[in-house]
């Protein structure tokens, strides 16, 4: 099977370039260290798992939350303090120290090399669902172009943001590879909007039945690697 050549990578962010989960639970545990100081009446009303259980409850009611999830969780937090009798003016501050704890991420150890050597080679790029900050985190400079879906306004597996960071970069989906960790909203939703797709397994996982990537990598050494015997291969067809 003849490939086109790969002329953009672009990345997801969570799980790919990053572990999520301690990052999650660290800024929900600020969040609620700051509500229960300063908004003592919702805390004493709700639990962590609680306002967790109030979130997945909003989550159907409004579209945006979809995409936004800045604007869910800063919904969950005015719901919650409407149910507890609560003064809701200050959870534009309490998102902040949510947003802050959010951005202290730890990057995998293979991910400023890979980043900087896939930058020699190829256009790169982000797509996330997620609402990190690649100034605050310092990693924005390895891409020409980062979209989020709370900005842009649809989230994977929407093909229009894929696309719309295909324009950006002046590549057409086809001549573009994207990377990352979600089987679903990641490497068969890239496929779909006409892109290959490498799923990043860095946990051990399963895939499930019927999606199939271009390729499997744990970091992006392995990804680069990948790419480089694509190259070859193509150079000798």
Not at 7 to 19: G, N, Q, R
Not at 22 to 28: G, K, L, N, Y
Not at 123 to 129: C, E, I, K, R
Request: proline share 5%.
């Amino acid at each position: 099977m003849k490939h086109h050549p790969i002329k953009a990578v672009l990345f997801d962010l969570d799980d790919t370039l990053w572990p999520v989960a301690p990052v999650i639970a660290q800024a929900e545990a600020k969040l609620y260290a700051w509500l229960r100081e300063h908004v003592p009446e919702l805390t004493s009303r709700f639990s962590n798992e609680q306002l967790r259980a109030l979130r997945a409850d909003i989550l159907p009611s409004d579209a945006r939350f979809q995409f936004d999830l800045w604007a869910l969780r800063h919904a969950t937090l005015t719901r919650a303090c409407l149910l507890s009798g609560a003064d809701h003016a200050r959870m534009n501050e309490a998102m902040a120290v949510f947003s802050v704890a959010r951005n202290a991420v730890a990057l995998f150890d293979d991910v400023l090399p890979g980043l900087a050597r896939l930058g020699e080679r190829f256009a790169l790029g982000s797509v996330s669902n997620g609402f990190a900050d690649l100034q605050t985190i310092g990693i924005a400079h390895h891409f020409r172009t980062s979209l989020a879906a709370h900005r842009f306004g649809r989230a994977k597996p929407d093909p229009a943001i894929f696309h719309a960071a295909c324009d950006a970069l002046g590549v057409a989906p086809h001549d573009t590879l994207f990377v990352g960790d979600d089987p679903v909203l990641d490497v068969q939703a890239a496929q779909r909007a006409g892109m290959e797709a490498v799923w990043i397994n860095r946990f051990g996982r399963t895939l499930p039945e019927g999606i199939v990537p271009d390729a499997i990598c744990a970091t992006l050494h392995e990804l680069d690697d990948w790419l480089t015997q694509r190259i070859a291969a193509g150079a000798s067809a």
